[in-house]
């Protein structure tokens, strides 16, 4: 009875091994920002990087959660302000942008939760994502903006 016991558990260990090793990943992906996080903490910033490339080159986006994108941003601007690294702040700027797609509440508990010294990353990437998505109209924000049109009308009112 004990021998047959065991093989029932054996199989349904060998066919539930799949579903718990996918779940092993979304765990591991986390425990992965943390390091991450815990790197930058100690001044590693390069530790940090490599982890942080390597998550986002190593997963789908769909194992990725927009919490953990909230924080690699976050992570992405921190190597942006210390190295003016352009790839970083591209990045910082698409893992905002995923991460509100898959879920702004989550984005939003994330940076509400941050620590002072890091509200200026999520300001900074709010304004930057929004400006890019919301482009402004020049004829609106600068007085010395000319529209095309009116420079055609000012040359042939002149003699």
Request: net charge negative; hydrophobic share 40%; with cysteine.
């Given at each position: ?6 093989k029932?558990?054996a199989?349904?260990f ?7 090793q996918s779940?092993g990943?979304v765990?591991?992906?986390n425990?992965?920002?943390?390091v991450?996080?815990?790197?930058m ?5 390069e530790?940090?990087?490599r982890i942080c ?7 789908s986006d769909?194992?990725i959660?927009?919490?953990e994108y909230?924080r ?5 601007m921190h190597f942006?302000?210390?190295a003016d ?5 591209d990045?910082a700027?698409?893992?905002?942008r995923r991460?509100v ?8 508990a ?8 890091d509200h200026?990353y999520?300001y ?5 994502v929004?400006g ?8 609106v ?15 042939e009112?002149?003699p």
């Amino acid at each position: 009875m004990k021998s047959f016991f065991y093989k029932l558990l054996a199989g349904a260990f060998v066919l539930m091994s799949p579903l718990l090793q996918s779940c092993g990943e979304v765990h591991k992906i986390n425990e992965r920002v943390v390091v991450a996080e815990t790197a930058m903490a100690e001044h590693d910033i390069e530790l940090s990087r490599r982890i942080c490339d390597e998550i986002l080159c190593g997963n789908s986006d769909n194992e990725i959660s927009a919490s953990e994108y909230a924080r690699l941003s976050i992570l992405y601007m921190h190597f942006y302000e210390n190295a003016d690294d352009a790839d970083a702040l591209d990045r910082a700027v698409s893992c905002y942008r995923r991460g509100v797609e898959i879920n702004a509440d989550s984005v939003k508990a994330v940076y509400s939760s941050l620590p002072a010294d890091d509200h200026k990353y999520a300001y900074a990437l709010s304004m930057i994502v929004g400006g890019l998505d919301n482009p402004a109209d020049p004829a609106v924000d600068d007085d010395r903006y000319v529209s095309p049109d009116s420079v055609g009308v000012i040359n042939e009112e002149q003699p």
